[in-house]
């Protein structure tokens, strides 16, 4: 298969969340039969509702600066599913992608003629075989691996990482993790086992309850974020455990709330050097200023990109945005069905002076016509747009927003839509 080709079957498979099969079977046939990739290097596994996605960044930033190659496996994808696998810091090429996607589809389909499969691996297991299996090609020395849902039957749990990481819970796809923190923690504390190391960020008292309950099970002690002092001081903020000081970090994240996520990749990046990584104070220093996210408080050209998906995710946005951002506000925003935009909406839309919805390409995506039911009373109708497709929405909120910002919010599906409709270049 070429790149264009490979894409076209991963979809084949259907919508990563959409495909209701979850277990860790498939991809552990998978990865035997392609002889264990990620048995070659020493892998960290990153678990949580919120901030997963920056502490891996920070992580894979402090790992490059310190020397060591590292590969990184996160989603979802904004533009190019090619985001998903990096090494180094860069993404693979297609035509890497394209060999590595072939190479696991025969896999799979050989496994499903043999009778070793009922079916083929879904659109998220054949990814992560793929990153897996780009890293031991590669010759990574680490790599890092962010769960993709939940963490018991996530597809990256079979991968067995020597080292865990837990980022804050919070209420999040309840249709399939549960309907509390302590059941969604449940869920993601799950990925702790008796033989790795773990970390674990601040956490509601309920979710810390059951990740403490997790690590006595097992007999494991956990290390903590909060042993990772902060302190700002004009923009910058220094850092300081009991292992080390980290003075005057200027963090490359945008957003009070990466203090946290950056607190807890110092206390992993601590945990890998007395491990054997030769990770430096100058190399943590370095990598949590250098580090970059795509779509998460990301600047362009005046207009603003924030996933906040969650009502985690709206309250540091709204944070972010009473600290950075003045003037008008025109915020184009979409959902998925799953989500209970109630609290979202009461923390997000107050803040804006135009609401453009938009419906993202995904069978998932909540209609725009749907959105409007959660405009809050006695916000200006004629202030409302249901836009027809994500490019009507961007013509939209560029015509109405004037010399405003523009936020682009809600989903990372429709960042994506709409940074491939903007041909922006990361």
């Known amino acids: 298969m070429d790149f264009a080709e490979s894409q076209a079957y991963l979809l084949s498979l259907g919508f990563e969340l959409s495909v209701k099969k979850f277990g860790l079977e498939n991809t552990q046939v998978l990865l035997e039969a392609l002889r264990h990739p990620e048995r070659k290097y020493a892998k960290v596994q990153v678990a949580g509702t919120n901030g997963k996605g920056s502490v891996c960044a920070f992580l894979e930033s402090i790992c490059v600066s310190a020397g060591i190659r590292v590969g990184l496996n996160t989603s979802p994808h904004l533009v190019s599913i090619t985001e998903r696998v990096r090494i180094n810091g860069d993404e693979i090429m297609d035509k890497e992608f394209a060999a590595?996607?072939?190479?696991?589809?025969?896999?799979?389909e050989r496994l499903v003629e043999e009778g070793k499969l009922a079916a083929l691996p879904t659109y998220f297991e054949h990814v992560t075989a793929i990153a897996l299996l780009a890293f031991a090609e590669a010759g990574v020395e680490f790599a890092i691996l962010e769960t993709g849902l939940g963490g018991r039957f996530d597809a990256t749990t079979a991968a067995r990482s020597e080292f865990s990481v837990i980022t804050p819970i919070d209420i999040d796809h309840t249709n399939i993790l549960g309907a509390t923190v302590r059941e969604i923690a449940a869920e993601k504390a799950a990925i702790i086992r008796e033989d790795s190391l773990v970390v674990v960020s601040d956490q509601p008292a309920d979710a810390d309850a059951v990740i403490r309950a997790r690590c006595a099970e097992v007999g494991i002690a956990p290390?903590?974020?909060?042993?990772v002092a902060a302190k700002e001081l004009n923009g910058s903020v220094t850092f300081e455990s009991d292992r080390n000081e980290y003075p005057e970090v200027k963090l490359g994240?945008?957003?009070?709330?990466q203090i946290d996520n950056a607190r807890t990749a110092i206390a992993a990046a601590e945990m890998l050097?007395?491990?054997?990584?030769?990770?430096?104070?100058?190399a943590v220093v370095e990598g949590l200023g250098a580090a970059k996210h795509k779509g998460r408080l990301e600047w362009f050209e005046g207009m603003l990109f924030d996933g906040a998906h969650n009502v985690s995710g709206a309250r540091a946005l709204r944070a972010y945005l009473e600290e950075n951002v003045e003037?008008?506000?025109?915020?184009?925003?979409?959902?998925?069905?799953?989500?209970?935009?109630?609290?979202?909406?009461?923390?997000?839309?107050p803040r804006a002076e135009n609401l453009v919805f938009a419906t993202p390409s995904n069978p998932r995506a909540m209609p725009a016509a749907e959105l409007t039911g959660f405009?809050?009373?006695?916000?200006?109708?004629?202030?409302v747009f249901v836009s027809g497709s994500v490019k009507e929405a961007v013509e939209t909120a560029r015509r109405v927003?004037?010399?405003?910002?523009?936020l682009v919010t809600g989903s990372l599906y429709l960042i994506g839509e709409v940074q491939a409709h903007l041909s922006i270049d990361h």
Do not use: C, W, Y
Not at 375 to 383: D, L, T, Y
């Open 327 to 349: 003037g008008p506000l025109t915020m184009v925003f979409a959902s998925m069905k799953e989500k209970d935009l109630s609290e979202i909406s009461r923390l997000l839309f």
């Open 273 to 282: 050097s007395e491990k054997g990584f030769a990770i430096g104070k100058e």
């Open 223 to 227: 290390r903590f974020a909060s042993e």
């Open 100 to 108: 590595l996607a072939t190479k696991v589809r025969k896999t799979g």
């Open 401 to 406: 927003a004037g010399k405003g910002t523009i």
């Open 375 to 383: 405009v809050p009373e006695g916000f200006p109708r004629q202030n």
């Open 253 to 257: 994240l945008a957003g009070r709330h």
